[in-house]
């Protein structure tokens, strides 16, 4: 089952002679100079070349990476890597799951990224990598895996992007010519944003026991898990993944905690970077309402006014579906995530992503 | 990650903070930068000149040893925030084995003024060093991390 | 003349000394956020150039028997050595470039190819001499505890040999960089922890075989029969880098101009004043870019000094702004062409290895203050006696 035929220059063999080679060019690697003629030619640290940037929605792509020496193909399906891209001088890091199944060609893997409106690697990654960029990579991480052998029953519920860890593992399935009973739930906000919709589909035509149940969102508004049971009558006795917004996957787990089934629950989520400049905080005035509350410079707009007992809108509390957006009556706030900062009166703001700057004043 | 309430004889170290000298009466190594070299131990402190130390010479303010790449900086919600950390930069491993075992002990720790609610920890390439601009006001000296790569918050 | 308080000594007042820490503190925020793909692209380029360079001497000497191939291969490895050690080994360790978030360009874990440890380095280097910059008994730099380099320190007959110990330390600069940490003078006095001496010497030694074994061992053996004359070339290499080096720091502090301090300044030093002190202590020299990229931009020892975790490309264009600091407070800045930098270092090595008794001091006058005068305001005026045994201040 492990396949270990290594490429020229990443087996253990070559991997000792780089090391007396060591003794030639210290206190460097022997890395340090094959990575002039070739940047793939280092295992001192994980990289990758992009090979291909294919399109899969208006705002989702398929990075198709060509990793260097010391790269281990044998990941587990619905495990995710860390990539470092260069962006004006800096790496910065993000962790994306793998979408490619194990082994696949032994040469490449893929990810599928989905550009966040305002987030600004995710979006140069969609829209800006140039084929031929090297990048940095961490090797494969994360228990949310497909076990082996698999189960013979499975139900995935998924929410956008969080389709990516879920189609490695169905491609792994579907390699193998032996896909179980597996039910799948994709809810996303149109059939067009739905990522691999036509692969899913095909895959559904192509084995008797997947099944595809679509939902899209803007029409038939989110699913439901209390009509779980009609779309799915055995689901308590099925092994079941979730991946998707954080909201999502709350409500997820505290489905499967009230019908006693926890454990046959795993759950995958993709938190939210709030790395950016903080803000410094301020009075948040709520202007409807008259209530005020003091918000720090990392307590986010939605928590200021939750902790003040206003009703605030939300959704997916990351930034990405906009019911939390409120007029900005005066003041000046700060995305966390970019660093950029709004400050135009009556200008529109996300609540769940922005800190204030000094004070404020919604419209709520 | 959550603080764990009686960490102290359970949470493992990495070896070069084991190494450390241990307070009697904690139980628990003395950081490098809390040591004053006057024979007193005061576990939370922040001795200046050993701060400046550990920014000069890139070395972990928890075990005194070279910094590994992944700097980090741990600190209060506020300090994250307004990305002007006053504890040194440490290891990871360090830091992570330090909000499990400080905080238990009920005081202010990690060149805190007072027990923290939520903890930050964030992870940078790099790091500027800021002295006191004055000889009056806030004495400390700040952190401000310039490359961060992970934000996280963990509760007190 | 050891200055102890700066502010006395270039005739400014506090608040005068704190706006010119504010407006270096502008500079230094400036050239912060404009850190970008250009600078990384430099680091880069010179790293890629540095290399190659060193491959190709190594490469071209595996045919060192044959005279130009020595000299062209000696040469490029002296180059390539001289750039590892100056812009690139110095510039990194000091965490200019860990804003770039690369691992492979970081100061926790640059190792440079030289017979010092780089953790080693850091200390004496990044924390003995930055923080304590020309502070007497405090900075090793000041002699390396070996030379007499400032009046107050006390005159010994050993250091009538002191020209020959320069000389000593310029052809084997390396070993005595390797040895630096070790701090002789506490060694002599007895202060310095025999524990960790042990393990700073295991730890030179462990570097110091692997340069000797790469240098003097493997490289001669694999040149079959050129096996003296890639060993010469070598050690030739290991010589052109040692006194190239040599030559540069010594202008930093060593010229006139560069004052020493006392252990008063340095009590409570604001930040402001911490500035002043590395303005005074140290001292520039003038040359092209390409003497700069030589000598690890230590041309510009004022401004890395101010700054010395800011990329070593942009000090020439932090010293434009700081020169004009410099004029508009009337704070002296030393700067000259490189020939007298150094033979300014070099007489005062001479000088001062004779008793002061011996030799005439420098002048003693402090710069004249070029701020316009201006009525002092009453919190600058001093108290005054009155003779009822009352304090007030003279009234404007």
């Known amino acids: 089952m492990t396949d270990t035929t290594p490429s020229v220059g990443t087996g253990r063999g070559w991997a000792r002679l780089r090391g007396m080679a060591g003794q030639l060019t210290t206190p460097l690697h022997p890395d340090d100079y094959l990575s002039m003629v070739n940047p793939l030619w280092s295992a001192r640290e994980l990289r990758g070349r992009v090979e291909q940037v294919v399109p899969e929605t208006d705002d ?55 550009a966040m409106p305002e987030g600004f690697l995710s979006d140069h990654l969609v829209r800006g990598l140039a084929p031929g960029t090297i990048v940095r990579l961490a090797a494969p991480a994360g228990d949310f895996v497909l076990p082996s052998p698999p189960p013979a029953r499975m139900l995935f519920l998924v929410g956008g992007s969080g389709i990516t860890p879920v189609i490695s593992m169905l491609r792994t399935l579907d390699r193998r010519g032996t896909v179980p009973d597996v039910l799948l739930v994709y809810s996303s906000p149109t059939p067009d944003r739905m990522i691999f919709r036509d692969e899913l589909q095909a895959l559904a035509v192509r084995h008797d026991g997947f099944r595809l149940h679509e939902q899209h969102t803007d029409v038939q508004g989110m699913f439901d898990l209390e009509n779980l ?76 006014g939750e902790q003040a007992g206003v009703g605030m809108p939300y959704g997916c509390r990351m930034g990405i579906c906009h019911t939390c957006t409120l007029t900005l009556a005066s003041g000046r706030v700060r995305d966390l995530r970019s660093g950029e900062e709004h400050h135009e009166p009556n200008e529109n703001i996300q609540t769940c992503v922005t800190a204030a700057c000094g004070d404020v004043t919604l419209n709520i | 990650m959550t ?14 903070l084991a190494d450390r000298p241990v307070d009697p009466r904690r139980g628990v190594p003395v950081p490098f930068v809390s040591d004053a070299e006057d024979g007193t131990v005061e576990i939370g402190r922040v001795v200046k000149k050993r701060a400046i130390r550990c920014a000069l010479s890139r070395i972990c303010g928890l075990c005194g040893i070279s910094l590994e790449w992944g700097v980090t900086f741990v600190g209060s919600a506020e300090e994250a925030g307004a990305n002007a950390f006053h504890y040194p930069p440490l290891h990871r491993g360090c830091a992570e084995a330090a909000l499990r075992l400080y905080p238990a002990l009920g005081e202010p720790v990690l060149g805190q003024p007072a027990r923290v609610d939520t903890w930050a920890l964030v992870v940078t390439g790099g790091f500027e060093l800021e002295r006191p601009a004055s000889r009056h006001g806030d004495q400390r000296v700040a952190f401000h991390a310039n490359a961060v790569s992970e934000d996280l918050r963990l509760p007190g | 003349m050891a200055i102890s308080d700066v502010k006395e000594y270039t005739h400014l007042s506090e608040a005068e ?6 407006e270096l503190d502008a500079i230094r925020a400036e050239i912060e956020a404009s850190r970008g793909a250009a600078d990384a692209a430099y680091i880069n380029r010179i790293i890629t150039i540095q290399r190659r360079l060193a491959a190709a001497g190594r490469i071209t000497l595996f045919a060192s028997r044959f005279p130009p191939a020595w000299v062209a291969g000696t040469l490029m490895l002296g180059v390539a050595k001289i750039l590892e050690n100056m812009e ?31 953790e080693q380095w850091k200390h004496s280097h990044n924390y003995v001499h930055h ?21 107050e320190q006390k005159w010994h007959p050993a250091n009538l040999g002191q020209p020959v110990y320069n000389t000593l330390l310029a052809l084997l600069f390396q070993w005595g960089v390797a040895l630096h940490d070790l701090d002789l003078e506490a060694i002599r006095k007895r202060r310095k922890d025999p524990k960790e001496m042990k393990r700073q010497l295991r730890q030179i030694g462990r570097k110091i075989r692997r340069q000797i074994g790469k240098d003097y061992v493997l490289y001669p053996l694999l040149s079959g029969p050129a096996f003296l004359s890639t060993l010469k070339a070598n050690a030739t290499a290991n010589l052109i880098r040692n006194v190239w080096s040599y030559m540069i720091i010594f ?53 890395h000094h101010l700054f010395p975790d800011l990329p070593s490309n942009r000090y020439a264009e932090i010293s434009v ?66 003779e009822t045994g009352s304090w007030s201040r003279r009234s404007a």
């Open chain 3, 17 to 22: 000394v704190e706006e010119l820490g504010r």
């Open chain 3, 88 to 118: 690139i080994g110095h510039n990194v360790m000091h965490g200019q470039w860990d804003w770039m978030n690369d691992p492979e360009i970081h100061s926790s874990n640059w190792e440079w190819d030289t017979a010092q440890p780089a």
């Open chain 3, 321 to 386: 702004r700081v020169r004009a600091l410099c004029e508009r407070y009337g704070i002296p800045y030393t700067t000259g062409p490189l020939h007298r930098q150094y033979g300014q270092a070099l007489r005062t090595i001479w000088k001062l290895s004779l008793p002061n008794g011996m030799t005439s001091e420098p002048d003693p006058t402090p710069p004249p203050r070029r701020l316009p005068r201006r009525r002092l305001t009453d919190a600058e005026r001093p108290v005054r006696r009155l």
């Open chain 2, 3 to 16: 603080v764990d309430g009686d960490a102290r004889s359970t949470v493992p170290l990495p070896a070069d």
């Open chain 3, 131 to 151: 923080q304590f910059t020309n502070v007497l008994g405090y900075d090793n730099d000041i002699g390396y505890g070996i030379l007499r380099m400032a009046r």
């Open chain 3, 251 to 303: 202008c930093g502090h060593f010229p006139d101009g560069a004052m020493h301090f006392t252990e008063e300044e340095i009590e409570d030093e604001t930040r402001a004043e911490w500035y002043l002190r590395q303005m005074l202590g140290s001292a520039n020299f003038e040359g092209g870019p390409l003497l700069h990229v030589m000598s690890g931009n230590l041309g510009f020892q004022i401004e």
């Open chain 1, 60 to 114: 989702a792509a398929t990075l198709v990476i060509r990793p260097g020496w010391g790269w281990s193909f044998q990941h587990h399906a619905g495990q995710y890597i860390g990539i470092g891209v260069q962006v004006d001088g800096r790496f910065h890091w993000r962790s994306y799951s793998l979408s490619s199944p194990p082994l696949h060609d032994r040469r490449t893997i893929t990810i599928t990224v989905r």
């Open chain 1, 229 to 304: 049971d009609e779309v799915c009558p055995d689901w308590r006795d099925r092994e079941t993944w979730a991946c998707g917004p954080a909201p999502m996957l709350d409500a997820v787990e505290d489905f499967w905690d009230r019908a006693g089934r926890r454990e046959q629950l795993h759950v995958e989520r993709f938190s939210l970077d709030l790395g950016g400049d903080g803000a410094e905080g301020g009075t948040v005035t709520f202007a409807y309402t008259g209530k005020q509350v003091e918000a720090d410079g990392a307590t986010t707009l939605l928590e200021a």
